[in-house]
C-alpha cells in the first residue's frame, strides 16, 4: 500500500465518523428523555424487589408514579418506615403516622378440624388442588388447601404450612402482598398488625353446611354481632367481618363466639 491510499483511506474514515457523529447528535436531540432527578433518587431508595405489593408493576412504576405525585411516599410495604421516610425527604413531604400490616391467614381448619372428601395426590400446588371436584379434597371448599403456594411465593420465608395450614409469623412478614395472589381461595388479607381480635374463617356456607364440613367455622350466628359495644362486627354473606377502624379491643367477641373462631392476636 502507497502513501496515497493510505491517506485515502484516512479520509474516509473521517468522512464516515463525521457523518456518524451528525447522524448520532441529531438521534439524541429528536429521541431525548427528560429524566426526572426526583423519580431517579427515588428508584435508588427502593429495595428492588418488584413484589408488586405497592399495587405498581415493580419499583420502577412505583418510584415513577411517587416521582408524579400519583402515589403516596409510603407506599412501599417491604421498605416500610425506614424507606418512606427516606422518600419522603426526597420528595419534600412530611411521612405522618405509619400503620403496620401483616398478612392474616382468614381459616382455622386444620387437618384435626374439617372432614376430607377425597385424597388428592396431585401436584403440590394450591392453584391445581383448586381445580379439582368441590375446588378442594376438603369437605369445605372455603378453607386452606396447605400445599404452600403462599409460602413458596413469600420472600421473607414468613409463611409456613402447619398441620395442614398456612401460618404467618408476623415478626417476618412485610406485607408484599405476594402471598395474597398466589392464595386460589382468596384466604389471605393484610390487616393492622395491632388489630387483636380477628376472624379467623372465610366459608361462606350455611351454618347446617359449615358445621357439617369443619368444626371450626363460623356459623353466622351473630352472637359477637350483637355482644359489640362499639359496633364493630357486621355479618356479610354468612361470615363475620371486623371493622378494624371502630374495634376497641374489648374482647367480648372472642369470649362469647361459641365455635372459637374469633382469636385473640397479641
Do not use: W
Request: glycine share 8%; aromatic share 6%; with cysteine.
Amino acid at each position: 500500500m502507497n502513501f496515497k491510499e493510505i491517506i485515502i483511506a484516512v479520509v474516509v474514515l473521517g468522512v464516515i465518523s463525521l457523518i456518524i457523529g451528525i447522524v448520532l447528535s441529531i438521534a439524541e436531540k429528536i429521541f431525548h428523555v427528560e429524566i426526572d432527578e426526583k423519580e431517579v433518587a427515588v428508584r435508588e431508595v427502593l429495595p428492588g424487589s418488584n413484589c408488586g405489593g405497592c399495587g405498581y408493576a415493580g419499583c420502577d412504576s412505583l418510584a415513577k408514579a411517587i416521582a408524579q405525585g400519583k402515589a403516596p411516599v409510603n407506599a412501599c410495604p417491604v421498605g416500610g418506615k425506614p424507606v418512606a421516610q427516606q422518600v419522603a425527604e426526597i420528595m419534600g413531604q412530611e411521612l405522618g403516622e405509619m400503620e403496620k400490616k401483616v398478612a392474616f391467614v382468614k381459616c382455622s381448619g386444620t387437618s384435626d378440624k374439617r372432614e376430607v372428601n377425597y385424597n388428592y395426590f396431585g401436584v403440590d400446588s394450591c392453584a391445581y388442588a383448586s381445580k379439582m371436584p368441590g375446588s378442594s379434597p376438603y369437605s369445605c371448599k372455603y378453607g386452606c388447601l396447605g400445599y404452600g403456594s403462599c409460602a413458596k411465593v413469600c420472600d421473607q420465608r414468613a409463611i409456613r404450612i402447619i398441620d395442614r395450614k398456612a401460618v404467618v409469623d408476623e415478626s417476618l412478614c412485610v406485607a408484599c402482598g405476594k402471598c395474597i395472589k398466589a392464595c386460589p381461595h382468596n384466604l389471605i388479607e393484610l390487616v393492622p398488625a395491632d388489630a387483636k381480635q380477628r376472624v379467623q374463617c372465610s366459608s361462606l356456607a350455611k351454618g347446617k353446611d359449615v358445621r357439617n364440613a369443619c368444626q371450626a367455622g363460623c356459623i353466622a350466628c351473630g352472637i359477637c354481632f350483637k355482644n359489640c359495644p362499639s359496633n364493630a362486627i357486621v355479618l356479610e354473606n354468612n361470615i363475620a367481618k371486623i371493622d378494624y377502624s371502630k374495634c376497641t379491643h374489648c374482647g367480648l367477641c372472642v369470649e362469647k363466639c361459641p365455635r372459637k373462631i374469633i382469636k385473640l392476636y397479641e
